[in-house]
């Protein structure tokens, strides 16, 4: 049984930094494909950042030069360092692990941020 659990997020001033953690089990962890998404109240969920198993990492405008996305293929742990936070960082942040052999994407229940003004 595949299980995806994202931990990390809470209360944070804009200027501030965090770091999300999203542990999976059960799961070829090191052939999977990973991203971190968020969904803020009201809007849409959109992708923050991506990091395929063999690929390079991508992120979305709005995030480049202060997320980084990491993965930990011992631990079958994927990251998302967060610098300088905005209030518009403000969601709760989920990461899919998606399986390369199933094609089917696993998500836990995400880590909600807050970023204060």
């Known amino acids: 049984q595949v299980q995806v659990v994202e931990s990390g997020g809470g209360l944070v001033q804009a200027g501030g930094s965090l770091r999300l953690s999203c542990a999976a089990s059960?799961?070829?962890?090191?052939?999977?494909?990973l991203g971190w998404y968020r969904q803020a109240p009201g809007k849409q969920r959109e992708l923050v950042a991506r990091?395929?198993?063999?690929?390079?990492?991508n992120y979305a405008d709005s995030v480049k030069g202060r997320f980084t996305i990491s993965r930990d293929n011992v631990r079958k742990t994927v990251y998302l360092q967060m610098n300088n936070v905005k209030p518009a960082d403000t969601a709760v942040y989920s990461c899919?692990?998606?399986?390369?052999?199933?094609?089917?994407?696993?998500w836990g229940p995400g880590t909600q941020v807050t970023v204060s003004s």
């Open positions: 899919p692990v998606h399986s390369t052999i199933s094609g089917r994407a696993y």
């Open positions: 059960g799961i070829m962890f090191s052939i999977s494909n």
């Open positions: 990091l395929p198993s063999g690929g390079m990492t």
